[in-house]
């Protein structure tokens, strides 16, 4: 608003100041009469009016020169100036010139002239950063690991690329295999960027290498809050993580605290097999068998495992057959219409030879085409013990051979297939082994050696047979 008033006041005093010119100028006869040093000058309009310009032009050019010549000396100082900006400009650009020079040798292979390029590059631009990164691509195809570290060190040296300077070392020192510098570089990476989350993962999965499990399920739990993992595939990260302390506690000797956090675990998911089988194990180390036995019958509802049966069959190793199969009904009246409770409760009817019951636990797999090899295998050991002809019995072997396969630990990422592992060992994907059947079934990989092994005797009345992996024949 002030400034407004001022530009009006402005205007009105240059129109007042022409008015008054004019009027000046209206009562003259046109010639000027100038006083100076005692003499008088006669000048026309025009002849004023050009002295007052070529004065003003003269003062113009003194100005400008006086200002130049003070640049010039701010320029020998190494101040900020004018003329060290248009020098710096012109450099600059010499600068970047160089370097596209070197980025399309780069890029065509020529690895020698690019890091000539970018050496000349570097006398004219100001920050080195840009050709220190464009670098490291020619010094990496030539193999010169000292150079590389030696460029990662001078990034870290610069705030604008220090993030990049120690993500490199890091990438390095794993090349190596260094992991413990790897692990300190990256917790000075999360100081600098907590909330990258490609930082974080790297972190994490570090600390899985070192077994820094409280570390590991701190940076899990921040990782789900950088980026919301779902909800169950989280619970089941974070109870692996949690067995895995404990099963180091349990090593340790510490297995009250091992049972504290085994717990723990379970509470978090309860269809991780392997802390439930530990669990267990903790339980009966205590005594408690009925906690031991409600551990797995909660595990068994959340995930049904031919692991859990083993485990629940070695609560009780001196029991009849009788007794064992009695026992069992409490894993039998949870989830009754799945396929594995199924199963099992045809295994434990072919273990008492009721070879009719046993039929009828798993005959809707077969007519409902769910059946898989071990039921096909269980249907043969049932003719056997039923009196059934070599015939029949090769028949539903011959089944076994070509039906999809039971069940296994396969990676959710990769589709490989290993014991239960933390990690993947193929892909190095954390938690993402699943129980479940191959989405894709290869035949040439369907070998027999998962099957129950069945002796065809001609003395035998009853088939010889392992029930599966879970052991519940009476010993």
Avoid at 243 to 270: I, P
Avoid at 278 to 289: P, R
Wanted: glycine letters at 6%.
């Amino acid at each position: 608003m002030i400034w407004v008033f001022i530009k009006v006041i402005f205007f009105f005093g240059v129109a007042i100041g022409l008015a008054v010119a004019f009027n000046f100028l209206k009562d003259t006869d046109g010639t000027l009469t100038i006083d100076f040093l005692s003499r008088e000058y006669q000048l026309t309009f025009t002849s004023f009016l050009t002295l007052v310009l070529a004065v003003l032009f003269a003062v113009l050019l003194i100005n400008i020169a006086l200002k130049f010549l003070w640049s010039l000396i701010g320029f020998l100082r190494g101040d900020d100036t004018a003329l060290k900006r248009f020098f710096e400009r012109r450099s600059e650009i010499k600068g970047q010139s160089f370097l596209i020079s070197a980025y399309t040798a780069s890029f065509e292979g020529d690895h020698e002239k690019a890091l000539s390029e970018i050496k000349r590059s570097k006398r004219y631009l100001k920050s080195k950063s840009l050709p220190n990164i464009l670098s490291l691509n020619s010094y990496e195809a030539k193999g010169n690991l000292s150079k590389q570290e030696e460029i990662f060190q001078e990034l870290i040296r610069d705030k604008t690329t220090r993030s990049m300077g120690l993500f490199g070392l890091i990438k390095m020192k794993l090349s190596e295999g260094n992991t413990s510098l790897a692990l300190k570089l990256t917790g000075r990476l999360i100081k600098l960027k907590p909330q990258n989350l490609s930082f974080n993962k790297t972190f994490f999965t570090l600390q899985l290498t070192e077994g820094d499990w409280d570390g590991a399920l701190t940076t899990y739990k921040k990782i789900n809050k950088i980026k919301k993992i779902e909800k169950e595939t989280y619970g089941k990260g974070e109870s692996t993580l949690l067995f895995l302390k404990a099963k180091e506690l349990r090593s340790a000797g510490k297995t009250l605290d091992a049972l504290k956090v085994s717990r723990q675990a379970l509470k978090r998911y309860a269809g991780l097999v392997p802390n439930s089988i530990l669990l267990s194990e903790l339980e009966l180390l205590e005594g408690q068998k009925k906690r031991a036995e409600a551990v797995l019958l909660s595990a068994w509802k959340a995930l049904p495992h031919p692991d859990i049966v083993k485990k629940f069959a070695e609560i009780e190793n001196n029991e009849s057959v009788e007794a064992r199969i009695e026992r069992f009904k409490k894993i039998l009246n949870v989830k009754k219409s799945d396929r594995e409770t199924k199963i099992l409760k045809a295994e434990l009817n072919i273990l008492s030879e009721n070879f009719p019951e046993a039929r009828r636990a798993i005959s809707d797999l077969v007519e409902t085409d769910q059946a898989n090899a071990k039921v096909y295998t269980l249907m043969a050991a049932i003719e056997k013990g039923t009196g059934s002809s070599d015939a029949v019995v090769k028949g539903w072997l011959a089944k076994a051979v070509t039906a999809k396969r039971s069940k296994r630990w396969i990676c959710s990422n990769c589709d490989s297939q290993s014991e239960w592992e933390p990690i993947c060992k193929k892909c190095g994907e954390f938690s993402s082994l699943e129980w479940r059947e191959e989405r894709y079934q290869n035949l040439d990989r369907n070998d027999q050696s998962e099957l129950l092994p069945l002796i065809i005797g001609e003395n035998s009345s009853i088939p010889d047979i392992q029930v599966d992996k879970a052991e519940i024949d009476v010993k």
